[in-house]
DNA sequence: ATAAGGCCCTGACCGC
DNA sequence: TGCGGTCAGGGCCTTA
């Protein structure tokens, strides 16, 4: 699952390999990726659009255009952006296509058709929800415990919540939760100040350490036809340490990690360290 | 305003 | 081996 760090491995990844190209050809193979405008729209509008800026925002890759119009791709569960050679052809679920002036293609490729695609002049269209991007100085724990005031809600479901911080998805928020030693059941507006402090550090921990492993396993190698996907495993699979390790001893302290569903996500913790 | 549940999707996995 | 059922999960939408 792309979170924060997998998307903006994503964007460096293709700002240098895209910066300058023209779309030259579009083709939808599922339409409903396009979310803004219709897909024969997008498809027309797309052609002679020039790459010239990359950028993030939450999880959403924001590459912008020569003209002023930003192309904005969401991920979301399984969505991966390829950049192909000339030639090649696209793989089974592939949804988009977007041919280069020099021969090579932009895939956007999803299996669970989740992910998204805008092409907007007003990126506030599409991201005026978010809340505070969790690495910028924007970021103090004085906000992020004024948006916790008075919740009621598990701090779990919170921290998902894109609205209070964006870009935090269910691995990050059992980590950050886990690091600072907080119950994710606990009410949002229950926690003491000194847990927040807490929890906002790691929650900016745990993004940039995901964003150094994402790029120390790429090896730089690798990448002539595709930009790598995040999430995948070799690089921070095998640092979490309560993610998906249900049942396995705690790192700390050797109690087995529990897994529970919170707001209809699966959540893993230490149910001694985490109180 | 906030919280909770449904929905979209497909592949992996499970039990028989 | 094959098959149906269940699950995961981000964000949006609806309901309470």
């Known amino acids: 699952m792309p979170e924060l760090p997998e998307v903006e491995t994503y964007v460096r990844e293709l700002a240098p390999q895209l910066s300058g190209s023209c ?125 916790l005031v008075g919740r009621r809600a598990p701090i779990k479901a919170l921290l998902l919540d894109q609205a209070i911080l964006a870009g935090v998805g269910n691995i990050y928020a059992d980590e950050a939760l886990f690091l600072a030693g907080i119950d994710p059941k606990r009410l949002g507006g229950t926690l003491t100040d000194a847990e927040i402090g807490r929890l906002h550090g790691t929650v900016r921990e745990v993004l940039l350490r995901g964003i150094e492993l994402q790029g120390s396993s790429l090896g730089g190698s690798s990448l002539q036809n595709y930009v790598r996907p995040g999430g995948e495993p070799g690089g921070f699979q095998e640092e979490f340490q309560v993610f998906r390790r249900t049942g396995k001893p705690c790192p700390h302290c050797g109690t087995p990690i529990e897994r529970i569903v919170l707001a209809q996500r699966s959540t893993h913790f230490c149910p001694a360290c985490q109180s």
Not at 44 to 58: E, K, P, Y
Not at 66 to 83: E, N, P
Not at 97 to 111: M, P, Q, W, Y
Request: aromatic share 8%; net charge positive; hydrophobic share 45%.
């Open 23 to 147: 779309v030259q050809a579009a083709q939808i193979y599922w339409p409903r990726t396009i979310a803004t405008p219709t897909a024969p729209i997008f498809a027309r509008r797309i052609l002679g659009s020039r790459f010239v800026d990359f950028s993030r925002r939450g999880k959403y890759m924001l590459l912008g255009l020569a003209d002023g119009m930003t192309l904005i791709v969401h991920l979301r569960m399984t969505g991966k952006v390829l950049v192909k050679p000339a030639g090649s052809v696209a793989a089974l679920h592939t949804r988009v296509v977007l041919d280069l002036d020099d021969g090579r293609h932009l895939h956007f490729h999803d299996t669970r058709k989740f992910g998204r695609i805008w092409l907007v002049g007003d990126t506030e269209t599409v991201l005026a929800k978010l809340g505070p991007e969790p690495l910028s100085s924007d970021f103090t724990r004085e906000d992020f415990g004024v948006r």
